[in-house]
């Protein structure tokens, strides 16, 4: 591996779900395949089974990525939706996941893999954390994890402490210190501090932390108080581009000159070379605005290999 790959690269790749332009979402294949395309770190989204499981999926219910409906309809709640918490892990294991959908079964990205082709099963944590590290060992690389805490107060009302079984499994597969190649991220502040003054310290853990945000710009003193618990912080693209979220005909914010003030990395969600914000026309010139024009330090990014390309050409 070169001096460019890996963890020690200054700016970052995150492979956002996998490569997940290419191959279903959170699929073992999508992570192999970002793994090969150069990612810094694949991003985990966390849930857990009835039984306490964390497996590795971006919504609490799996209608829009799976065969649920067909395989377990006596589980529909009355939205309509068939919740990830209300099978065991043995139950989710069977399903058979797919591109994600919308309502009316329509793929969400009409150029991407095709919905319900070939075969691919969702997986827990550890099995994503046992490919990783597979790969490392095997590759050589220094490709890191980086587990997003979802929804923590629905899994905490449903009785099962997420943050607490992701770290105890961090701690299992050697994820300790700063350096030890994963960070922590989550939208919700309140359960992020908690990991920071609790549950890490309780376990000797001290993990980088990422305090996600969404809407609108962070204050100043938004970011001096997350600067108390957090390493980086992940904003939306359209937190770069002010209050027209689709737009960058308006002035740039300052957030992440704001945020390098207050000692905070800034990772960007999410470059889509098929979903790119007006104006862009090109994956590269939203590549060359977030990491040269706004001196981003990471991208969550479903085209790894692009963003790759760009940083390494
Ligand atoms: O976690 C960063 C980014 O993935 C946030 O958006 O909804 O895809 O988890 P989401
Ligand atoms: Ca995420």
């Known amino acids: 591996m070169t001096q460019q790959k890996g963890i020690a690269r200054q700016k970052i790749v995150i492979a956002h779900r996998g490569a997940s332009g290419y191959l279903p979402e959170h699929t073992l294949a999508a992570k192999a395949m970002a793994y090969a395309q150069g990612a810094d770190y694949l991003e985990q989204d966390l849930v857990m089974t009835q039984d306490g499981q964390l497996v590795v999926l971006h919504d609490l219910f799996l209608d829009d990525v799976s065969d649920v409906a067909e395989r377990f309809p006596n589980i529909q709640r009355e939205n309509g939706r068939h919740y990830v918490i209300d099978l065991t892990l043995e139950q989710l294991l069977t399903l058979h996941m797919t591109e994600r ?47 997003e805490i979802k929804s923590p107060e629905f899994h905490h009302e449903h009785g099962l402490d997420l943050a607490s079984a992701m770290l105890d499994a961090l701690k299992v597969y050697g994820y300790v210190g700063r350096d030890s190649g994963a960070i922590v991220q989550s939208f919700d502040a309140t359960e992020l501090q908690r990991v920071k003054h609790e549950l890490m310290p309780e376990r000797g853990l001290d993990l980088p932390l990422t305090q996600l945000l969404s809407g609108a710009e962070p204050s100043q003193l938004g970011l001096a108080e997350i600067a108390t618990y957090a390493n980086n912080i992940g904003v939306s693209l359209a937190m770069l581009f002010g209050n027209n979220s689709q737009s960058v005909s308006v002035e740039p914010t300052d957030v992440v000159k704001q945020a390098h003030e207050h000692g905070l990395a800034v990772h960007v969600y999410t470059l889509r070379a098929d979903q790119l914000p007006t104006p862009f026309t090109d994956l590269d010139d939203l590549h060359q605005f977030v990491f040269e024009r706004m001196g981003v330090d990471g991208v969550f990014s479903d085209f790894p290999d692009r963003s790759v390309r760009f940083l390494n050409r």
């Not at 959908?101 to 954390?129: C, L, M, W």
Request: with cysteine; charged share 15%; proline share 11%.
């Open 101 to 147: 959908v919308d309502a009316h079964g329509t793929p969400r990205f009409p150029n991407r893999f095709p919905p319900k082709q070939s075969y691919f099963t969702a997986n827990t944590f550890n099995q994503e954390i046992e490919l990783l590290q597979g790969l490392n060992c095997s590759t050589g690389g220094l490709v890191g994890l980086y587990p």
